[in-house]
C-alpha cells in the first residue's frame, strides 16, 4: 500500500533498485525549485531547467534538468549545493533583473521553454545543423527525406503547416540569426564597454564587404565576449564610406557611441588605404575610442599592400608568381619543386582566383623560393632555349639583386610572424607589448645599416672570379652560378632599395601601433597586472602614479580623478596580495558587479572594463578566420551576398543545438510569414 502524500516510483529508473522509494509531496514545500511529473514519475528542478535554456553557456544536462527517480532527500540537499544548481540560480536572478528592465518591451522578453510541435522543431534543427556544418541549402529537402527514412517521428508525423518547406530556407535562416541577434543587443546593453572589430574584405569581381565584430564583458561574471555583428556589402569608395556604414551598424544594434573603446580594422585594405580617416570619422563619434589595428590578425601583421609605393616589390611579386605557376604542377623528383607544390597547400593559395597573391608577406613562399634557387636556375637554363618565358625568369632569378630581396624578405618576416602569433595568445601579457613593438622597430632600424643574418650570410658566401673574357674585372658566384647585375651601380641601387623597404615597413608597424595606444596599454599592464608590481611593500608607494595620471586623463568622461587617486594606495596595496592572479582574473574580479572589489574601487572597476573589451585573443581571431572562409565560400553560391550573412551568424556565433531556444525561433519565424515579409537585415 502507498503512504499517504507519497506517489510511486516509476518502473524505469537511474537510482538504487535495491529498495524502492517514493516521492515526498512534503519535500515540495521544503525545496521550492522542486518540481514532480506525475505522469512520469520524474523529479526536475525548475531553476536548472530554465537556466539551461536561457543560458547559452549554462552546465551540462544533470539528472534533475533530464529527471530523476532517485527519491532521497539527501539526493534533493546534494543537488541543491551543487555548482551546477548555483550557477543556475544566478542565472536566473540577472534574467530576471533583465526582464524588469525591458518588461516595456515585448521583443526583448526572456526566453522561456515552451511546449512547441515537434515536427517544427525538427525542421529548424535541420536549418539549423545545416549552417553550423555549412551544407548548401539545395540539400535540406533531402535530409528531411533521409530523417523521414531513419523513422524521426517528428517528421513523419507531418503536422507542421506549409511555412516549414525546404524552399523557405532562408527565411528559417533568418528567424535563427535574430534570436542570435537578440542575444547580442541584451549582451552589448549589459557590457560597460565594447571593442570593435572591422574586416573589410574584396573578393574577385571587387565587390567590398565589411564584417563586424565586437568584444564585450559581463558585469556579472566579468567574463569576454566575441560576437559577429553581420556581413554588409559596402559601396565603393573611401572611408567616410566605411565609417558611415560601421556607424549605421552601431545604430541598428543600439550600441552607445560612449561605449566604444577600442578599434581595430583588421584587413589590409582599411589598413593600408583607409585607416588614418575611418578612425578619424569614427573618433568624432566615440570619444573614447582608441585604435590598434591588427590587433587578432590570423596570418601576418606585414601587408604588402601597405608598402605598394616601392615600385621593386611588385616585379620581385610578378617573378615570384611566375615561378609558382610553372613549376606548381611539376612532377619531376625535385625536392626544391616538390617543397613549391606543398607551399600551395599549406598556405591555401589558389592560383587559379584572379586576384593578385601578396607573396612578399607569405613567409613559406619565400622560403622555398630561397631553398629551391638553384634547382630553379638550372632548370630554367635547360629549357631557356625553346621558351622565352624561361628565358626571362633564369634572367632574373640570377640577378644579384633578386636574391638579395630573398634574403631581406627572409630575415624581416619571421619578426612580424613572432609578432602575430603573440597576438593570439589568449591571455598574454600585455606589459611586454610596448617593448616587443619597440624592439622589432629598433631590429628594422638596425637592419638598415647593418644587415640582417640571411643578407650577411648570403654576401660572405658569394665568391669572386675574374672574368675571363674581361681583364682586371671580376665576377661573383653564389652556390655555383653566376650572379648578374653585380656592378658598384647596381650594388649601391640595392642599397637603396634595402633602406627603402626597411623604413617603410618599419613605419607600416608604427602606424599599426600609436605611441599614445601603447601608453595607454602599458599603463593597463603596469595598474592591473599583480606580476607587474614591485617585490617589496615598500616599494609600491610611489608606484604607477604616472600611469594612473594617463589612464585618468584619457577616460576622464567616465571616471572619477580625485576619488581614483585617493584609492590608489589602497587598491595598491591589495593587488599586491594577489600576486597570484593574472592580468585578466584581477579585471574579471573587478568588473564582476556583486564583488568586494568592484564596490571598493568604482574607477578602477571601470578602467578594468575598459582593458577587458580590448580586442585580442585566440577566440576573436578564429571568429575573423571564419568568417572569412565563410563570405569566400558562400559567395560563390548565393547572389548578392542574400542571407549570407544570417548563415555566417548561425556558423560563427550559433551554441550547440541542445542549447539553442528554437521555440522562439519558431515563433519570430512564423510572425515574420504571417506578416508577409522577413524583416530585413542592416546592409
Known amino acids: 500500500m502507498v503512504p499517504p502524500g507519497k506517489k510511486p516510483a516509476g518502473e524505469t529508473s537511474n537510482s538504487n533498485k535495491k529498495c524502492k522509494r517514493y516521492f515526498n509531496e512534503h519535500w515540495k514545500e521544503e525545496f521550492t525549485w522542486l518540481e514532480f511529473d506525475y505522469e512520469r514519475k520524474l523529479m526536475f528542478c525548475i531553476e536548472c531547467r530554465q537556466a539551461l535554456v536561457k543560458n547559452k553557456h549554462g552546465k551540462a544536462e544533470n539528472a534533475f534538468t533530464v529527471g530523476t527517480d532517485n527519491f532521497q532527500r539527501h539526493a534533493l540537499l546534494r543537488h541543491v549545493t551543487s555548482g551546477a544548481h548555483r550557477q543556475a540560480l544566478a542565472v536566473n536572478r540577472e534574467q530576471l533583473a533583465f526582464e524588469t528592465r525591458v518588461h516595456s518591451h515585448p521583443e526583448l522578453r526572456s526566453v522561456i521553454k515552451v511546449e512547441v510541435n515537434p515536427a517544427k522543431v525538427a525542421v529548424l534543427t535541420t536549418v539549423y545543423w545545416m549552417a553550423k556544418e555549412e551544407v548548401p541549402d539545395e540539400k535540406c529537402s533531402s535530409l528531411l527525406d533521409f530523417q523521414k527514412f531513419n523513422l524521426c517521428q517528428a517528421l513523419l508525423a507531418s503536422e507542421h503547416s506549409e511555412y516549414y518547406h525546404p524552399s523557405s530556407v532562408r527565411e528559417m ?308 652560378v653566376e650572379l648578374a647585375n653585380c656592378s658598384k651601380v647596381h650594388l649601391k641601387h640595392f642599397e637603396r632599395l634595402k633602406e627603402s623597404y626597411l623604413e617603410s615597413v618599419r613605419g607600416n608597424l608604427l602606424d599599426r601601433f600609436p605611441s599614445s595606444v601603447l601608453e595607454a596599454i602599458s599603463s593597463f599592464s603596469a595598474i592591473f597586472n599583480p606580476k607587474c608590481y614591485p617585490q617589496s611593500l615598500e616599494d609600491i608607494g610611489s608606484y604607477g602614479v604616472s600611469e594612473l595620471n594617463f589612464l585618468l586623463q584619457a577616460y576622464s568622461r567616465v571616471v572619477v580623478s580625485e576619488r581614483a587617486l585617493s584609492d590608489f594606495p589602497l587598491f595598491k596595496r591589495i593587488v599586491f596580495s594577489l600576486s597570484q592572479l593574472s592580468f585578466k582574473d584581477l579585471c574579471v574580479k573587478l568588473v564582476y558587479s556583486n564583488s568586494e572589489m568592484h564596490e571598493l574601487f568604482p574607477d578602477f572597476a571601470i578602467l578594468a572594463a575598459i582593458a577587458l573589451a580590448l580586442p585580442l585573443g585566440s577566440v576573436l581571431a578564429e571568429k575573423i578566420s571564419r568568417g572569412r572562409e565563410l563570405l569566400k565560400r558562400g559567395r560563390s553560391c548565393r547572389t548578392k551576398d542574400e542571407g549570407l550573412s544570417d548563415l555566417m551568424k548561425i556558423a560563427i556565433d550559433g551554441p550547440a543545438i541542445n542549447e539553442f531556444d528554437f521555440a522562439l525561433a519558431i515563433e519570430y519565424y512564423e510572425s515574420m510569414r504571417e506578416s508577409g515579409f522577413i524583416v530585413a537585415q542592416v546592409k
Open 173 to 480: 535562416q533568418a528567424a535563427i540569426a535574430k534570436v542570435l541577434h537578440n542575444e547580442d543587443r541584451h549582451r552589448i546593453k549589459a557590457s560597460p564597454f565594447v571593442g570593435l572589430v572591422v574586416d573589410e574584405t574584396v573578393d574577385v569581381l571587387e565587390h567590398r564587404n565589411l564584417a563586424m565584430f565586437t568584444t564585450t564583458v559581463s558585469p556579472c561574471n566579468g567574463q569576454t565576449s566575441a560576437t559577429f555583428l553581420g556581413s554588409f556589402e559596402l559601396p565603393a569608395g573611401e572611408a567616410s564610406t566605411v565609417a558611415g556604414k560601421v556607424g549605421e551598424v552601431m545604430r541598428s544594434f543600439g550600441i552607445p557611441t560612449m561605449k566604444i573603446t577600442w578599434l581595430s580594422a583588421d584587413s589590409a585594405s582599411l589598413v593600408a588605404e583607409r585607416l588614418s580617416g575611418v578612425g578619424t570619422a569614427l573618433t568624432s563619434l566615440c570619444p573614447l575610442l582608441m585604435e590598434m589595428h591588427c590587433l587578432s590578425h590570423g596570418s601576418s601583421l606585414l601587408l604588402a599592400e601597405s608598402i605598394v609605393s616601392i615600385e621593386y616589390l611588385q616585379k620581385y611579386e610578378t617573378t615570384v608568381d611566375a615561378v609558382y605557376r610553372l613549376y606548381s604542377s611539376f612532377r619531376g623528383e625535385s625536392n626544391g619543386l616538390q617543397e613549391l607544390r606543398s607551399v600551395l597547400d599549406l598556405c591555401e593559395i589558389d592560383l587559379g582566383s584572379p586576384k593578385a597573391i601578396h607573396w612578399t608577406s607569405i613567409f613559406p613562399a619565400v622560403e622555398a623560393i630561397d631553398s629551391s634557387w638553384p634547382t630553379l636556375v638550372l632548370l630554367l637554363e635547360s629549357e631557356a632555349e625553346r621558351s622565352p618565358v624561361a628565358h626571362g625568369l633564369c634572367e632574373e632569378l640570377k640577378k644579384f639583386q633578386f636574391v638579395a630581396f630573398t634574403k631581406i624578405l627572409l630575415d624581416v618576416l619571421p619578426i612580424f610572424q613572432k609578432l602575430s602569433r603573440f597576438f593570439q595568445i589568449e591571455d598574454f601579457d600585455l606589459s611586454i607589448l610596448k617593448p616587443i613593438v619597440s624592439a622589432t622597430a629598433t631590429t628594422l632600424q638596425a637592419q638598415k645599416s647593418t644587415s640582417g643574418q640571411n643578407l650577411q650570410e648570403f654576401l660572405n658566401e658569394m665568391n669572386e672570379h675574374p672574368r675571363d673574357d674581361r681583364e682586371g674585372e671580376s665576377c661573383l658566384y653564389y652556390k655555383g
